[in-house]
């Protein structure tokens, strides 16, 4: 529903918020009826923390010893 008011405001076009509400309706309602936890695993995705924070990068030393013997 936010979208759809939000395209409208942004294309001053009643129809093309209309259009995305119901595009968006329509594509949730095919999703949850194709499997029923998808929905919820979307929006609890959001919540978990990402396992990768570049901001948290602690460098690791790696030392060569020569060359490699087979």
Not at 24 to 51: E, G, N, S, V
């Amino acid at each position: 529903m936010c979208l759809g008011a939000a395209t409208f405001n942004l294309l001053n076009s009643l129809s093309g918020g209309v259009l995305i509400f119901f595009l968006l309706y329509f594509a949730a309602r095919w999703a949850t009826k194709t499997d029923p936890q998808i929905l919820r695993l979307l929006l609890a995705a959001a919540k978990l923390r990402a396992q990768y924070d570049p901001m948290k990068f602690s460098s690791i030393s790696v030392r060569r010893d020569g060359h490699a013997q087979a």
